[in-house]
């Protein structure tokens, strides 16, 4: 069964940190990656997407992916209080091909101290 | 810009009566349409995907059963609902495939 695994947290940070937020998947061949913010009882928002190994930042966030490894996290830089959410990765389910599926984690509760 | 339309917010239903939760995008044509399901405390577990009128792809036996009657229009159906059916309901779209994946507000489902 494809997967895509993350820390369920908490992760605390103290404001103005960096967090760092891990997720692995099992999908060899997956393509698409998506970081999406869940404030509690709202419904997630899309924060980042990257499709090509290496580092993509925007604003305070940076996506990093490694396909070799399957791996992708989501820094945010200058942690601020309202960032305090949960973090859901998600990752296109591959098909040898276009594939309409996206498989999520359970997400990572991250709490930034004031 | 596009937008995404869920309602009812909120719904409170007995076991075994109906359902129907609709779903409606402005702002772009044919885009791929998607019925998400998040149990309390859990992660997200989609449902039923559509690229197309009429186009239903279904993911997880149960219950539930979708339909696109119109370009832009998505409904989520039962007609008995059970205990298990409850919990809050995500319609997203996107505007084709390996695109991001953009959700609307939800219905959080309460069955009694």
């Known amino acids: 069964q494809k997967e895509v695994e993350q820390n369920s947290g908490p992760l605390s940070v103290p404001e103005g940190a960096i967090a760092s937020l891990n997720c692995t998947y099992s999908?060899?061949?997956?393509?698409?990656f998506f970081w999406y913010r869940q404030y509690s009882g709202k419904s997630p928002e899309l924060i980042m997407f990257?499709?090509?190994?290496g580092d993509k930042e925007d604003g305070r966030f940076t996506a990093q992916l490694n396909k070799a490894s399957q791996y992708v996290s989501l820094l945010i830089r200058d942690s601020q209080p309202s960032d305090s959410a949960t973090y859901l990765c998600?990752?296109?389910?591959?098909?040898?091909?276009?594939?309409?599926?996206?498989?999520f984690g359970t997400g990572t509760l991250l709490a930034v101290q004031p | 810009s596009q937008t995404i339309h869920q309602w009812p917010a909120t719904l409170v239903q007995p076991v075994g009566s109906p359902l129907s939760l609709e779903c409606t995008v402005e702002?772009?044509?044919?885009?791929?349409l998607y019925w998400y399901r998040q149990a309390a405390g859990r992660g997200l577990q989609l449902l039923f995907y559509?690229?197309?009128?009429?186009?239903i792809s279904s993911e997880v036996p149960q219950n539930l059963s979708a339909s696109r009657p119109q370009d832009r229009q998505f409904i989520l159906s039962s007609k008995k609902l059970l205990l298990s059916d409850s919990g809050f309901y995500l319609c997203?779209?996107?505007?084709?495939?390996?695109?991001?994946?953009?959700f609307g507000d939800g219905t959080r489902l309460s069955i009694l």
């Open positions: 999908d060899r061949g997956s393509q698409s």
């Open positions: 702002g772009t044509s044919n885009p791929n």
């Open positions: 559509s690229v197309g009128i009429g186009q």
């Open positions: 998600a990752v296109n389910e591959d098909y040898g091909g276009a594939t309409n599926k996206l498989i």
């Open positions: 990257i499709y090509s190994n």
């Open positions: 997203a779209w996107s505007a084709t495939v390996g695109q991001p994946q953009h």
